[in-house]
Nanobody, 124 residues
């Protein structure tokens, strides 16, 4: 079982940038599909971005496409989410997740392990 720990969240002004990280331990995540999801207050958790392997295919929700970039460093067993041009509606708890096999998915039930989340707050 892999443990995932997100970090890097915080408060940023609208239009600013922030990078969040997801460090894995207990298992090498290697080429396992990794995803980022977020949950805003009073809303359901939603897909943000996913990747299969370093430099490989990526997928983004329409709401973040062109602003967010998912990447991974397999040597550090870590996945990143670079967020630029942040908007107040990006405010949420951001979660990373790993899927043990297959390809990436936008469906959260397809993922096997989750981190505890990190809060990102964008002020207007």
């Amino acid at each position: 079982q892999v443990q995932l720990v997100e970090s890097g969240g915080g408060l940023v002004q609208s239009g600013g940038s922030l990078s969040v990280s997801c460090a894995a331990s207990g298992r090498i995540i290697g080429n396992y599909p990794m995803g980022w999801f977020r949950q805003a207050p009073g809303k359901e958790r939603e897909f943000v971005a996913a990747t299969v392997w370093n430099g490989g295919p990526t997928d983004y929700a329409d709401s973040v496409k062109g602003r967010f970039t998912i990447s991974r460093d397999n040597a550090k067993n870590t996945v990143y989410l670079q967020m630029n041009s942040l908007k107040p509606e990006d405010t949420a708890v951001y979660y990373c997740a790993v899927r043990y096999g297959g390809t990436w998915s936008r469906r959260e039930y397809m993922y096997d392990s989750w981190g505890q989340g990190t809060q990102v707050t964008v002020s207007s």
